[in-house]
């Protein structure tokens, strides 16, 4: 037993000292190859001195050192400045109801980029695996989800939109044998953004207000509820309604971008009126130098020509 510690003590020796037997190859060996030899290593070195001798925490400092240079971490979506559409999602979703799915793909996700407008909550979901989806890619599922529900008198089906930054699911609920809700010639649901209207320095009370006036010349009821947070217009109508509503918006962001255009000049000569004024001081500021080395270089004139040839100091 005890040439038995003895040949382990040995060969820990060579694997602490550099160029041993244990580390054949040196220079010529690759980053992995090193790796998998200093594990080796690393357990002989544990039999042979124990888990807390210096020598073996000097080498698991070196293998974690070598482990995060064969493989880096992988960056995450912040890092990679990806759209939040564009996080990945990872999830073994067990089943249950639609809103529970959206809520495991954005907490697998770690963003906060979905809406969802559910007229009955609760709806089932089948079982999911994702693996490294798009987040636009796992709400995608949904759209035109539909089916069923208990007792088969209704049915139910969604549509996933993108506007601006968010991903909105809607639901829709008929009854059997009535119209379709996404049928263009019944009623609809649909969700549209107005904030960069609002960001362009329209008022919120006159994009709704303009939106109004264009409806009642429709002469049909339409129903409208503005979410202020997401700046969301939710309207339900006809498809007369919904494309009222979308020719309005339009105008308007036609007219907010000539306006932001006609503005741009008026950006331009004041960006150049301040580099005039910081010229300005720039030059300012060399002639107080050059002023300054002047004045020096008299004093220096004047201080030579009163010295007399082969004077001592």
Do not use: W
């Amino acid at each position: 037993m005890f040439r038995g510690l003895l040949a382990a003590v040995v060969v820990a020796g060579a694997v602490l000292g550099s160029g041993g037997a244990a580390r054949a190859g040196g220079d010529d060996q690759t980053m992995y190859e090193k790796y998998m030899q200093a594990k080796v290593d690393l357990g002989v070195l544990k039999r042979a001195k124990g888990e807390n001798d210096p020598g073996v925490k000097e080498l698991e400092a070196r293998i974690a050192d070598m482990h995060a240079q064969i493989y880096p971490p992988t960056p995450t979506a912040q890092e990679m400045n990806l759209h939040p559409f564009d996080y990945p999602v990872t999830l073994d979703f067990p089943g249950g109801t639609v809103e529970q799915y959206i809520e495991a793909v954005q907490s697998s996700a770690g963003v906060r980029c979905v809406v969802s407008f559910l007229a009955k909550p609760g709806i089932p979901f089948p079982k999911v695996s994702l693996k490294g989806a798009r987040v636009a890619s796992a709400i995608g599922v949904l759209n035109s989800y539909e089916g069923d529900t208990a007792g088969g008198a209704t049915h139910y089906k969604h549509a996933v939109r993108q506007e601006d930054d968010l991903l909105v699911v809607r639901q829709e609920i008929a009854e059997r044998g009535k119209t379709d809700p996404f049928d263009p010639r019944g009623q609809q649901s649909r969700v549209f953004a107005i904030k960069s209207l609002i960001d362009g320095g329209l008022k919120t009370e006159d994009v709704l207000s303009a939106v109004e006036a264009a409806l009642k010349m429709s002469g049909s009821e339409t129903t409208m509820n503005y979410h202020r947070e997401t700046a969301l217009l939710m309207a339900r109508g006809g498809i007369e309604q919904m494309a009222t509503i979308d020719q309005v918006l339009d105008r308007l962001e036609g007219d907010v971008k000539r306006s932001l255009k006609e503005k741009e000049p008026d950006n331009t000569v004041l960006n150049l009126r301040v580099s005039v004024q910081q010229l300005a001081k720039q030059l300012e500021t060399m002639q107080a130098a050059l002023q300054e080395q002047t004045k020096h270089m008299k004093e220096l004139e004047l201080e030579l020509s009163q010295k007399k040839p082969g004077r001592a100091e």
